[in-house]
């Protein structure tokens, strides 16, 4: 359900501005800003799903199964300890940390999310209170997030990481149900009676490391859709990893209260820190309101090799300028392959989005949300450098783009093609209508960025 009301938006924020932890954890807004300014920033981050899924890449005992490719151990309804047989395949001798992350800096990408753990219960990381783990259980026996937060750091993006609190492999969680022919359906899980305290301690045993040991900017909570997880639980997981780490920012999947409202949460509920619209863009921003649309390249988040509905490079770029619009940020997801390898439809268009944002990168990272959308595109702000940023889609015919009122007069006008070369630009403060005389062609089909610089708005 997308947020229609203003009402509704609104109502959102309020209690986001309420639920941001204030229980959990005291902060003002002016820490709470000054903590969210490097994720405010960067607008754009790349989102990674990799675990032993990546094995069966969607296809088990011979037949493909529907579904996204990291749930294939619900999908295909594969006990443990049938499933465990992947972790003894997985050997990605191709991973190559530094070049990951040298695409992501390429793209434009600012921070990357990488799955420490998802739904299987597998991690990709030493954990100290597991030998389910990358290390212990795999023929590759080393850790994946290490040389990843060390390439993070190497080449100046934010480490951050994905973790599930639901767990198809540790025995306190038990499938929601058995087939009739015995197979477990694993989601939602139940828990077994009396070990909840356990596999809490579990979890936190995890995520100690990952904020001491692996140093993770973000903790990105995913799969709390279960009827034994509490708002309460949220809010005593959120305020010792805050005591842990101050400056640590935690989504809102940390909470129970996602729901139906297009990845926001819901009134009274805990939120975290930002949003989550999953695989949507909300129709429009939320004032005081962080949050971030994560999405797919294809339509699956694990590798599936059988998966080549891929987006358009436009498409991608056009979704990366309209959440920016509205004052959101963009998590763009890969799924490696168990070569340890991105597939190449990915690497192709994050090269492509890179060489659009090595032009316009100005015109997204550092803004935030316009007041406004014209019709022929979407606009980004930089209100501390009195700046609006033109995204034009549709290129007007007639050499006029017409604008909205904007506060404030008009001093200079540039493409980012061509930014010694001003543009005509008329219009009288607060007038409607300013007009800007443009080139007859556009120099960019996917989204040519016009700078407009304004006094005193
Ligand atoms: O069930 C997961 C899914 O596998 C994937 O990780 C997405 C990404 O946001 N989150 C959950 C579905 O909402």
């Known amino acids: 359900m997308r947020l229609e009301s203003t009402a509704a938006v609104l109502l959102v924020a309020g209690t986001l501005a309420r639920g941001a932890g204030q229980e959990a954890f005291s902060e003002s807004a002016a820490e709470r800003d000054a903590r969210m300014q490097w994720w405010r920033d960067a607008r754009f981050g790349m989102f990674i799903h990799w675990g032993i899924y990546a094995v069966p890449a969607g296809v088990y005992k011979g037949q493909a199964v529907d579904g996204i490719g990291e749930w294939i151990m619900n999908s295909a309804r594969i006990p443990r300890d049938e499933y465990e047989q992947f972790a003894r395949e997985f050997n990605p001798s191709l991973y190559n940390a530094d070049e990951w992350v040298a695409l992501a800096k390429q793209a434009g990408m600012k921070y990357i999310v990488i799955t420490s753990k998802h739904h299987d219960g597998f991690a990709l990381f030493d954990a100290k209170n597991s030998r389910y783990d990358v290390v212990d259980a795999t023929p590759y026996g080393k850790d994946i997030l290490r040389p990843l937060s060390d390439a993070c750091a ?130 429009t921003g939320v004032p005081g309101l962080d949050w971030e649309s994560c999405m797919t390249m294809n339509d699956t988040w694990g590798f599936k090799s059988q998966d080549h509905n891929w987006k358009s490079t436009e498409t991608l770029v056009r979704n990366l300028i309209d959440i920016a619009s509205k004052g959101g940020n963009y998590l763009l997801n890969v799924g490696p392959k168990p070569d340890g390898t991105i597939p190449e439809a990915s690497v192709e268009r994050l090269r492509e989005v890179g060489r659009w944002m090595a032009v316009n990168g100005a015109a997204i990272h550092g803004t935030r949300a316009a007041p406004f959308r014209p019709a022929w595109g979407r606009i980004t702000a930089k209100p501390a450098e009195g700046k609006l940023f033109l995204h034009v889609f549709d290129w007007p015919a007639d050499g006029r783009l017409v604008l909205p009122a904007v506060p404030g007069r008009p001093r200079r006008a540039y493409l980012l093609t061509q930014p010694g070369t001003a543009l005509k630009v008329t219009g009288e403060p607060g007038a409607a209508d300013w007009v800007i005389s443009i080139p007859a062609s556009t120099p960019d089909p996917i989204a040519a960025v016009i700078a407009l610089e304004i006094e005193g708005s």
């Open 154 to 283: 190497r080449q100046g993006l934010k480490f951050c990481t994905y973790h599930s609190i639901m767990d198809w492999h540790h025995p306190a969680q038990l499938p929601a149900k058995m087939t009739e022919d015995g197979r477990p359906v694993w989601n939602p899980t139940r828990i077994a009676e009396g070990r909840k305290p356990e596999f809490i301690d579990y979890m936190k045993g995890h995520l100690e490391q990952l904020v001491r040991e692996y140093g993770t900017n973000v903790l990105w909570f995913d799969g709390e859709w279960l009827d034994w997880w509490t708002d309460q639980d949220a809010r005593d997981i959120y305020g010792w990893l805050r005591a842990m780490n101050p400056s640590l920012i935690v989504n809102n999947r940390i909470g129970t209260g996602r729901g139906g409202m297009g990845g926001f949460t819901q009134e009274g509920a805990f939120a975290g820190d930002f949003g989550t619209p999953e695989q949507e863009i909300p129709d």
